[in-house]
Nanobody, 127 residues
Framework: QVQLVESGGGLVQPGGSLRLSCAASGFTLEDYAIGWFRQAPGKEREGVSCISSGDGATYYADSVKGRFTISRDNAKSTVYLHMNSLKPEDTAVYYC????????????????????WGQGTQVTVSS
């Protein structure tokens, strides 16, 4: 069955970096769009980044553009989210998700476009 497992979260100081991993199993990674989402306490889940199936086009929320980079290693069936220049407002539980339908760019960061979700990993940015 489809399974997504996030890892790499933790506590980091403002300005620091983290790399999140999303290990996928039960499907061929390059056939699915993979998105990263986050949810802070009391807030709605928001899309952070997406890498599309096939050509691997990438999409970013304005709040993370220039600081976060998404990448995909098909051989390891893993998607990464490289996070630099972290801010306290980046604190949240981060989830990866897989979507089987082709991504429409304007909808790439909408959670209802995705079929499968991981359990999440906590990222805390604090001094």
């Amino acid at each position: 069955q489809v399974q997504l497992v996030e890892s790499g979260g933790g506590l980091v100081q403002p300005g620091g970096s983290l790399r999140l991993s999303c290990a996928a199993s039960g499907f061929t990674l390059e056939d699915y769009a993979i998105g990263w989402f986050r949810q802070a306490p009391g807030k709605e889940r928001e899309g952070v980044s997406c890498i599309s199936s096939g050509d691997g086009a990438t999409y970013y929320a304005d709040s993370v553009k220039g600081r976060f980079t998404i990448s995909r290693d098909n051989a390891k069936s893993t998607v990464y989210l490289h996070m630099n220049s972290l801010k306290p407002e980046d604190t949240a539980v981060y989830y990866c998700a897989a979507g089987s339908d082709p991504i429409i760019p304007t909808m790439a960061l909408l959670p209802w476009e995705y079929d499968y979700w991981g359990q999440g990993t906590q990222v805390t940015v604090s001094s």
